[in-house]
């Protein structure tokens, strides 16, 4: 791309996004006739209608107690089957998509800005990069969801706190998977051409370097979803998740794990719940990855 | 000996549920062939905080200290203070000294034999690290007056003093001499028990070995509440820590562990035909209480307060905090025991009174402050019920929170005199010691549970420290239950069972406040 | 190498000093302290403060900080008044638990996840292939968690194979040990197995398709040869990087399932210790465990050199 094409006359700024528009829509197309991709969107669809639809779809109010059906197995009345509090099951897991639905985008969202403007900051501005670079690598070095786990207790359970505590969790990988690919694409020629015609930073910056770097970013965004999900029903187990009597899926099974054995169903259900979106992620991010960086497709950076 | 239960369906509502408990515990032990040796393992969920005895007042420790320490004076099975390590008590008329003659020829773990240096030592601990040191407030002088005597000299005569005494809440136990000056916790875990500490490994497992060379209590035929006539036929004892109830039930039916001390009442219904194991049912173990913060609103109000008091529906608190093992009680003391209250109060008791709380509501200005419910999830009844509370107080209008955070956040919490309104709690050991122990946690000197102090409940519990019959404290409690019914500052919610739990081949486990690991056996 | 490793070990100290300052942070943040659970529910506030005061709790955060680094210094993390002994011993005592659990984890991960990703790969687009990456894809999207509840009710409690919780030490009784480490070391490794396999799968493809390769089956050397001889060989580099992620999720995935299966572990000890509020062991606990996590990332940086000598000059 030239300094005259992108200022050139309107005809040809409109070629230019019809041709985009039509690149969008070859990507899409190649996205849902992947089948990993269909398959985890259909899932992802299903979950958050639901999630959206909760109260619709549920049968009952999700803190509705009745002492008179306490541990209920599995009926026509109670499809999954009553918790301890005489609870329907069912109806606490669909509001509980709710909730880790709700947790997850936040996340994603919070860890998505956060890990871009670090990640940006790092490789733009160099006298910052080693102080941001060493900060994250510090909080990496707690392992896995620790440090979620500690700040999440620190902070006190709520649903809140735990999007905090993910946050802070997450944010330095995907900082750093930004940097590195900011960094490569700010050697590429197309930038060194911007600068030359004197576009301003930060207009090179959002309009060249991260629409340039959103692939990595993306995948790894997927990643964060899924693993969001599954930190947030551990934080609850934990007992340092959203309080009762929320209905997130983590408070469920935390609920039905000192009676698995005489109600299996309290606790079974909502984890084949959590376990079917995050593979649903996990497809959806393997398609991604496919198409977006086919040269590493089938497999992706570990948590 | 072993009681087969009929175990109770989901709802349990029994008046006088006490009689059958108190049978099972008095009635002599069984002639069976005792069979020495061999080891066994009894399940807790959490971590004792100290193996100090005197330091700590929480049962995790309880259950395994009453094993290792004993008291001079002590609880027998029916409430009355008896001598374990004193042979007798003389209390001169006008109630100013108490002599202790001691029991000769008793030795501690470490080899010593226990001398009045002993006690007082341990007395002069207990007053700067007891976890309830002000029980020896009114003890003027510590006095040793022969080898194996002690005398207190009293401040002022305090007829409730041997009873506070013999409290096992944070037990004033004699440990030996060199211990006397260490801070609490660094005690050398030294006793004079039927069993002797080993080992502590946290998160992992507590434990005893048995002690050849315990000196038996012969002036009784078997144990007797904490003291008695106590005899290990175990080796070796093992506390092990499962903080999940699932992992305990677990490991009991996989046969890895003999006893648990708390089995969940769903697990205890599915086991209850299993040949393998055994269920006690511990009747009389906790009241389940809701004490509210008296000085912020919307809990201010006495009408507010009384309005809540009312709309409560007790019978689905109850039913769903203790699974089933409960009986609804107006009173704050167990039916038919000494100091129980009768009808005072039970107009106001599991009203669930949706018409008559809105009406207190209007009455009190109450316009959707919110209602802060403090509770938390390390007791599982205490989650349970906050739950439950908050769900019938939305539904007459209240503007309910739920803050449920873990026990030392809550214990920090209550604390504070603002930021919460209502606090779940069960009262354990408390009701077990009488009126006394359990008025103690809602009058001054100490900070009411529901923070601001209430003039006349204090006037009330110097009444009762002060009476001197049984039958003139008898009369104060009943003004006391009329009070709190008045007050409303604390809601007696109702009475929790506790189960317990287990193999068959154990024998001799009586339930008890603790799991008393002597006088069981393994079946040969 | 020698340079590379001192690099390596001076660059972990700012990593480390960061990692303290949060520690911190995340005591500043907790609400309350040690000494209600110490005082228990009798304690009134004097007692409190009494206790307080007595631990040095009542001092500013700053001048606390500056005494803990003053001790560090000295090689001293401490104590806890709750477990009586030394924060050092506290961790040091846990630390075989923990690490046995992590990498008996890693051991079983890594080789059935090579296994399946290496059988994938050689049958490329065979049903055997999709299969292998159902079977990994479905393994890592099960909450572990959640699965060792599940497995200890089968294998522990229906099928009455293992033991449903608790540890025993190795020097004590070996069978017993493995006994005890089955199934929380399987629950461990159930997702991480399908991250490698996936990872072995994707290299594998990569390195087999390079033309040396391409040549060496020309020259007639035997399929088995070539897989292990040089396929593996060179895509053990990128499977290097991903166990070391992997031996981080396996640290505190193991603190999750040392409550699900009761095994006095680090991780018990630390979650334990924020619940009680035990300070100096969240600390202490913190730093060791980071402390080996990157000290494992050190191990996998070299391993990474020793399979690749291009990486030893990397930074």
Not at chain 1, 277 to 292: A, K
Not at chain 2, 434 to 453: N, Q
Not at chain 2, 481 to 497: N, T
Request: hydrophobic fraction near 50%; charged fraction near 15%.
């Amino acid at each position: 791309m030239t300094a005259e094409a992108a200022t050139d006359s309107f005809s040809i700024g409109r070629e230019i996004a019809l041709a985009r528009r039509r690149r969008k829509l070859v990507f899409l197309r190649r996205l849902f006739l992947h089948p990993s991709f269909l398959a985890g969107f259909i899932i992802l669809t299903i979950f958050s209608l639901t999630a959206l639809m909760a109260d619709v779809i549920a049968p009952y109010e999700p803190t509705n107690l009745n002492y008179r059906s306490i541990l209920a197995p599995p009926s026509a009345e109670f499809w999954f089957g009553t918790d301890a509090f005489g609870r329907d099951v069912l109806s606490r897991v669909i509001y509980g998509t709710r909730v880790s639905l709700r947790i997850g985008i936040a996340v994603v969202v919070l860890t998505g800005i956060l890990g871009t403007l670090l990640g940006t900051l790092a490789s733009y501005v160099k006298w910052l990069d080693g102080l941001i670079m060493r900060s994250l690598d510090g909080l990496m070095a707690f392992p896995g969801v620790l440090l979620a786990i500690a700040l999440a207790a620190a902070l006190g359970p709520s649903e809140t706190n735990a999007i905090i505590a993910l946050t802070v969790t997450f944010t330095p990988r995907t900082a750093r998977i930004v940097r590195a690919s900011v960094i490569v694409v700010q050697g590429m020629q197309f930038i060194e051409a911007a600068h030359a015609v004197g576009a301003g930073h930060a207009r090179i910056i959002f309009k060249y370097i991260l629409a340039n770097s959103l692939s990595p970013l993306i995948v790894q965004l997927t990643f964060v979803f899924a693993v969001s999900i599954v930190a947030e029903a551990v934080l609850s187990f934990l007992g340092v998740g959203p309080p009762p009597p929320a209905p997130s899926l983590g408070n469920i099974i935390a609920d039905g794990r000192s009676n698995i054995q005489e109600a299996w169903w309290i606790a079974v259900f909502p984890g084949l719940i959590i376990a079917v979106v995050v593979l649903g992620l996990n497809l959806m991010g393997d398609g991604l990855r496919d198409i977006l960086d086919p040269r590493h497709s089938a497999s992706r950076e570990t948590r | 000996m072993k009681m087969h239960i009929n175990l109770v369906p989901p709802l349990r509502v029994l008046g006088v549920v006490g009689i059958f408990a108190l049978a099972s515990a008095i009635l002599p032990a069984p002639l069976q062939a005792q069979v020495e040796g061999g080891e066994i393992v009894v399940v807790q969920g959490s971590n004792p905080p100290s193996l100090d005895a005197m330091s700590t007042s929480s049962q995790a420790s309880r259950n395994i200290n009453m094993n290792i320490y004993e008291t001079l004076y002590g609880f027998s099975e029916d409430v009355v203070p008896i001598p374990i390590l004193a042979e007798d008590v003389v209390i001169s008329d006008d109630g100013m000294t108490y002599v202790f003659p001691l029991r000769q020829g008793v030795m501690f773990h470490n080899g010593k034999e226990m001398t009045a240096r002993d006690v007082k030592a341990s007395l002069e601990r207990y007053r700067v690290v007891g976890a309830t040191g002000n029980l020896l407030t009114p003890v003027a002088d510590i006095e040793i007056t022969g080898d194996y005597e002690v005398t207190l000299h009293m401040v002022e005569p305090t007829p409730t003093f041997l009873e506070a005494f013999s409290s096992p809440r944070a037990p004033a136990v004699i440990i030996p001499e060199e211990d006397g000056g260490t801070a609490a916790g660094e005690n050398s875990f030294v006793g004079t028990g039927p069993y002797k500490f080993v080992e502590y490994i946290p998160d992992s497992h507590v434990t005893l070995e048995k002690f050849a060379d315990y000196s038996t209590d012969m002036r009784h035929d078997g144990p007797d509440g904490f003291g008695g006539k106590k005899t290990a036929f175990l080796d070796k004892v093992t506390f092990r820590i499962i903080p999940e109830p699932g992992a305990q039930v677990a490991a009991l039916e996989a046969g890895e562990v003999h006893i648990l001390e708390q089995i969940p009442m769903p697990a205890a219904r599915r086991l209850e035909s299993d040949p393998n194991i055994e269920l006690h049912e511990n009747l009389q173990w906790a009241f389940t209480t809701f004490i509210f913060n008296t000085n912020v609103p919307p809990t201010d109000n006495v009408k507010f307060r009384e309005a809540v008091q009312v709309a409560l529906n007790m019978e689905e608190i109850m039913a769903i905090s203790s699974e089933g093992l409960f009986s609804l009680n107006h009173r704050w003391q167990y039916p038919e025991t000494t100091y129980d209250p009768g009808d005072i109060g039970a107009e106001f008791y599991n009203q669930a009174d949706a018409d008559r709380a809105k009406a207190l509501l209007e009455e009190a200005g109450y316009n959707g402050e919110e209602f802060v419910i403090l509770t938390d999830s390390t007791i599982p009844q205490h989650g349970r019920a906050g739950v439950v509370i908050g769900e019938q107080l939305k539904a007459i209008g209240i503007n309910t929170v739920i803050n449920q955070v873990d026990w030392p956040t809550a214990l920090n919490l209550r604390m504070q005199d603002e930021g919460w309104n209502g606090w779940t709690l069960q009262m354990g050991i408390e009701p077990y010691l009488g009126p006394v122990g359990l008025i103690a946690t809602l009058a001054s000197p100490a900070r009411p549970h529901f923070v601001k102090p209430d003039p006349e409940l204090d006037a009330l519990y110097l009444e009762l420290t002060k009476g001197a019959t049984v039958e003139e404290r008898q009369e104060t409690f009943k003004k006391i239950q009329a009070h709190l019914y008045e007050m409303f500052a604390i809601v007696k919610v109702g009475d929790s069972g506790l189960m317990q739990a287990t193999r068959s081949n154990v024998e001799g486990f009586v339930p008890f406040r603790f799991p008393r690991v002597y006088d069981v056996w393994l079946e040969g | 190498m020698i340079r590379f490793l001192i690099y390596r070990l001076l660059s972990a100290i700012p990593v480390l000093f960061v990692v303290s300052l949060v520690t911190f942070l995340i005591m500043w943040l907790v609400p309350g302290d040690i000494t209600a659970e110490i005082g228990g529910i009798d304690a009134s506030a004097a007692d409190l403060q009494a206790i307080r005061e007595r631990l040095g709790l009542d001092r500013p955060l700053w001048e606390r900080a500056i005494n803990w680094y003053g001790d560090l210094l000295q090689g001293d993390l401490g104590y806890s008044y709750l477990l009586n002994r030394s924060v050092t011993d506290a961790v040091l005592e846990r630390l075989p638990v923990t690490l046995s659990l992590a990498g008996i984890s890693l051991l079983l991960a890594t080789v059935i996840g090579m296994l399946l990703g290496i059988l994938a790969s050689v049958r490329h687009n065979t049903w055997l292939d999709q299969s292998a990456m159902i079977t990994a894809l479905v393994g890592l999207s099960i909450p572990d968690f959640w699965f060792g509840i599940v497995m200890i009710i089968f294998f522990g409690v229906w099928l009455g194979w293992l033991p449903t919780g608790g540890f025993v030490p190795l020097s004590e009784d070996p069978v017993g040990w493995a006994r005890s480490m089955v199934l929380p070391a399987f629950t461990l490794a159930i997702t991480q197995m399908g991250v490698i396999a996936r990872m072995t799968r994707s290299s594998m493809l990569d390195v087999l398709s390079q033309d040396y390769i391409r040549t060496a089956r020309a020259k007639g050397m035997p399929a088995r040869t070539v897989i292990f001889r040089h396929g593996l060989r060179n895509a053990m580099i990128p499977i290097v990087t991903v166990v070391g992620v992997i031996s981080g999720v396996l640290l505190s995935g193991a603190v999750v399932i040392e409550t699900v299966f009761s095994l006095p572990g680090v991780g018990r000890l630390i979650i334990g210790a924020i619940q009680r509020r035990d300070f100096p062991i969240i600390q202490g606990g913190l730093l060791i465990t980071a402390c080996v996590f990157v000290f494992v990332n050190i191990l996998v940086d070299l391993a990474y050199a020793w399979f690749d000598p291009r990486g030893r000059d990397d930074g």
